[in-house]
T-cell receptor, first 113, second 114 residues
């Protein structure tokens, strides 16, 4: 699986949009971009994933650049409950076997009043 | 509701003792995984299993053992050979093939060696 690079920490004011970047310049054509978050002392939670088109769900939006070498997770109206570590992961699917997720150290997002 | 159950939530072990962490899922997922997390660090893969009666070592398998006798269960044994077992242990499961929503994680077991 391709490696990803994320800033170690970010701050965001409550109610504002949080934009979390991720670099995955060595991503392969069959690898999706996944985002998870981990609130302190809990298991990681799936947020969103995408291949090349922008994706949106009830939690967030995912913007993937045209060359697929980077992406941005957008939390449109951050709340204090969004304070967590956010992991960007690339993962191949449709390969016939389950592929491992490789976690980096992620971005620690602190949402403040 | 479907999900993954890890037990116990907190576990204390004396040095030299083996201890087994439980992981059960009712999601009908084929693949299951064990990760270890140390403070301020990301998750590191210990073992994973894609089907019953089969499992593979991850990046830090030394001092650990697993079994996969049932699809729903993937227990992890931390043996006395594991030199630094104090950590947060997370179990996860996923479908084996096709587009899916990645992993579903349990709520973790925090192991402390006393």
């Amino acid at each position: 699986d391709a490696k990803t690079t994320q800033p170690p920490s970010m701050d965001c004011a409550e109610g504002r949009a949080a934009n979390l970047p991720c670099n995955h310049s060595t991503i392969s054509g069959n690898e999706y971009v996944y985002w998870y978050r981990q609130i302190h002392s809990q298991g990681p939670q799936y947020i969103i994933h995408g291949l090349k088109n922008n994706e949106t769900n009830e939690m967030a939006s995912l913007i993937i650049t045209e060359d697929r070498k980077s992406s941005t997770l957008i939390l449109p109206h951050a709340t204090l409950r969004d304070t967590a570590v956010y992991y960007c992961i690339v993962r191949a699917i449709n390969t016939g076997t389950a592929s491992k997720l490789t976690f980096g150290t992620g971005t620690r997002l602190q949402v403040t009043l | 509701d479907g999900g993954i159950t890890q037990s116990p939530k907190y576990l204390f072990r004396k040095e030299g003792q083996n201890v087994t962490l439980s992981c059960e899922q009712n999601l009908n997922h084929d693949a299951m995984y064990w990760y270890r997390q140390d403070p301020g660090q990301g998750l590191r893969l210990i073992y994973y299993s894609q089907i019953v009666n089969d499992f593979q070592k991850g990046d830090i398998a030394e001092g650990y053992s697993v079994s996969r006798e049932k699809k729903e269960s993937f227990p992890l044994t931390v043996t006395s050979a594991q030199k630094n077992p104090t950590a947060f242990y997370l179990c996860a499961s996923s479908t084996r093939t096709g587009s899916d929503y990645g992993y579903t994680f349990g709520s973790g077991t925090r192991l402390t060696v006393v």
